[in-house]
């Protein structure tokens, strides 16, 4: 359990070093052109033969990336778990985001096709490596480890890409080393501490071969679950109040430090220091939201305390609309935006993973849960692009963000405590229950459940 947890320790400098705090900041600089007064004169690029922004194409990429992953993940996790080779998918994208991220020490402007395809592959290898890390949770531990366990490894995460990122800043502002040292420092650290996890991690032998039609099988697999998924009601329904949320959770992560850059401190007596502040006192206080809220879902449940993390949402997105205004009052955000993004990125994992059957099919059961919220991500990016497009008002879009808490809200109200609350009793209606050979459940063609004992 605690090397299935230190992945979160390895990967987690990725999210918080290339896609928040330093590789944003080199890229603009890289990207940009500049007076003697350090005043952007021109923010466009070449990228193909054509001309175009280079906040617009850090955007593409990204996006790029995330379709790959909604592509790719549902059709691998079902050839994972038909061949037994859920290990080795980890393994395979964490290397091929590690290398990639590593890749950015020779990111170089004017090649800018082959530096924006290390962005593109390494934000492809860390999210679909989630998939299959994720995926090992219920195989871990049992259930009611598994509120703890999620908890433990975020915090793991939140704790590990700090200490990187601090000591990245160090080398930086000591001028010991450059932006570019700190991308391959990033990429080393995430496939090396790695090797932690892999050394404990169980390896299933696979109970099918591997076949040239290894894709179609997998399909099939994927298509197994898919039915279970749509015909359980606990777990459907969670799923889209999952989608709902994760629209304004995943927007404000990735908006919130553009935000305080362009809203807050975005006067000529600003410290962009205190940016880098912000970010890790969000990293410091989502280690303590992470277990207080894993406390709570023990005391009073997962969807009620969900449910609570959803309203101090929505109260963070009202005070950044009307209150907040000075750099001290963004922090005081800060700090409750860390809390509160702690404690839901944990307990949205261990919930989903409590509500799936005893089985072997986890890679493509948390398929559809990346999928749900990488969905989320694009949609929520585009809704926010959109309103401040035509607004002309950033505070605008996270206003609209309210939204998305208060019908997640909603659509937890509708999830059931127990499946069979609302599942029609008639036999007719239920799984079969059959005991597989091995003593786990299996996900039959027509999506019902073999039930072991």
């Known amino acids: 359990m605690r090397a299935w947890a230190f992945y979160d320790w390895a990967n987690s400098v990725y999210p918080l070093v290339i896609s928040t705090a330093i590789f944003p900041v080199f890229y603009e600089s890289q990207t940009s052109t500049k007076n003697e007064l350090k005043e952007v004169v021109s923010d466009l690029v070449i990228f193909f033969g054509y001309e175009i922004k280079n906040s617009v194409l850090y955007s593409f990429v990204v996006a790029a990336s995330f379709l790959a ?14 061949s037994g080779s859920k290990k080795g998918f980890l393994q395979f994208f964490c290397y091929l985001g590690a290398g990639a991220t590593a890749s950015l020490y020779f990111f170089d402007p004017e090649h800018l096709e082959w530096s924006m395809l290390s962005l593109f592959l390494a934000s492809l290898g860390f999210w679909n490596s989630l998939v299959f890390y994720n995926a090992y949770l219920p195989e871990v531990a049992e259930k009611k480890d598994h509120d703890k366990l999620s908890a433990f490894g975020f915090s793991m995460g939140y704790a590990g890409s700090v200490i990187l990122l601090v000591t990245c800043l160090v ?26 996890t892999y050394r404990r991690l169980p390896n299933r032998r696979g109970r099918n071969k591997v076949t040239r039609k290894i894709l179609a099988d997998g399909f099939r697999e994927l298509r197994k679950v898919g039915r279970f998924a749509f ?4 777990l459907k329904r969670y799923l889209i109040a999952f989608f709902i949320f994760s629209m304004g959770v995943q927007t404000v992560m990735l908006m919130a430090v553009l935000f305080a850059k362009k809203e807050i401190f975005n ?18 206080v989502a280690i303590g939201g992470a277990f207080v809220f894993s406390a709570c879902s023990r005391a009073f449940g997962n969807i009620k305390t969900l449910g609570a993390a959803l309203v101090i949402w929505a109260i963070c997105c009202t005070a950044a609309y009307q209150i907040i205004d000075t750099e ?17 990125q944990a307990l949205s ?5 409590k509500f799936l059957p005893r089985t072997r099919d986890t890679a493509s059961f948390f398929s559809f849960y990346d999928i749900t919220e990488k969905a989320g991500i694009v949609l929520g990016m585009l809704i926010f692009g959109y309103v401040e497009a035509t607004s002309g008002d950033m505070r605008a879009s996270v206003l609209a963000l309210i939204s998305f ?36 459940n299996e996900i039959l063609d027509d999506g019902s459940l073999l039930e072991g004992q």
């Not at 006067?267 to 410091?284: K, W």
Request: aromatic share 12%; charged share 15%.
């Open 328 to 344: 001290m009052e963004f922090y005081v955000l800060a700090a409750f935006v860390g809390f509160v993004m702690g404690g839901t």
């Open 405 to 440: 808490f208060a019908l997640g809200f909603i659509a937890l109200l509708f999830v059931p405590k127990n499946e069979a609350d609302h599942v029609n009793m008639n036999p007719e209606n239920l799984p079969d229950e059959i005991i597989d050979d091995d003593g786990t």
């Open 349 to 353: 994992r261990s919930t989903y993973s």
């Open 171 to 196: 080398l930086i502002m000591t001028e010991t080393a450059t932006a570019q040292f700190c991308f391959l420092l990033t990429g080393v650290w995430w496939a090396g501490f790695a090797q932690i």
């Open 231 to 234: 015909r359980t009601v606990r």
């Open 267 to 284: 006067r000529p007596d600003s410290n962009e220091a205190g940016l880098i502040i912000a970010v890790l006192l969000i990293q410091f």
């Open 69 to 82: 992953v909604i592509i790719l993940s549902p059709l691998l996790s079902g050839v994972a778990d038909y």
